[in-house]
């Protein structure tokens, strides 16, 4: 079966730059034949903050939204997070979806592609500490795009680096995506 990309899009805001940044990647990522590509749009989950009874460590939705939230991100070998820097962190609404979930997150790769006034480099710090604890394997290839060089208002100019960028982040992402499935299996 072909190896699952999803590029998770995590700003919710109207006017959004992530928009641009993730429809990006996602085209890029498409020109792959190795793959399976999805671009996954958090905000379209409507996820309210976090509202289940039970952490996620156990595996027990009683809604409906994590149902529909947890069986999209189940279908993913790996995921590429395309995220903002927000207050030298992660953004909250992505950093909520991420917390509803935990098994649906284990054993898989992870990739970032950032964007911010230093490249959003603050909140792939973050999140690389917090891939840790949801037992995911972070890639050290990593695209990061400055606010004020690489956007026309919110739409994204990347430059040939970064395409480059891009591509050696998915040869990680895809390598390790391929080799977690095995540890899921067993
Ligand atoms: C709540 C908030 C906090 C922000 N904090 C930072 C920050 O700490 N560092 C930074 O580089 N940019 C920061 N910014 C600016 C963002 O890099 C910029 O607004 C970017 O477009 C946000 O991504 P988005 O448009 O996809 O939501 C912040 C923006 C918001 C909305």
Known sequence: MATKIQILLG????NRRGES????????AKTRTDIEVELVDIGTFNLPLLN???PAGGGTYVHD??????AKISEADGFVFVTPEYNH????AMKNAIDYLYAEWNNKAAGFVS??????VRAVEHWRSICGQLQMADVRSQVMLMNRDDFDEIQVQPKPHHEQAAHAMLDQLISWSNALKAV???
């Open 65 to 70: 939204h994590t149902k529909r939230w947890s």
């Open 11 to 14: 700003s919710t805001r109207p």
């Open 52 to 54: 289940e009874p039970e």
């Open 115 to 120: 964007y911010g006034g230093i490249g959003g």
């Open 21 to 28: 940044v993730a429809r990006w990647v996602y085209e890029l």
């Open 184 to 186: 899921r299996e067993g």
């Open 89 to 92: 962190s992660v953004p909250g």
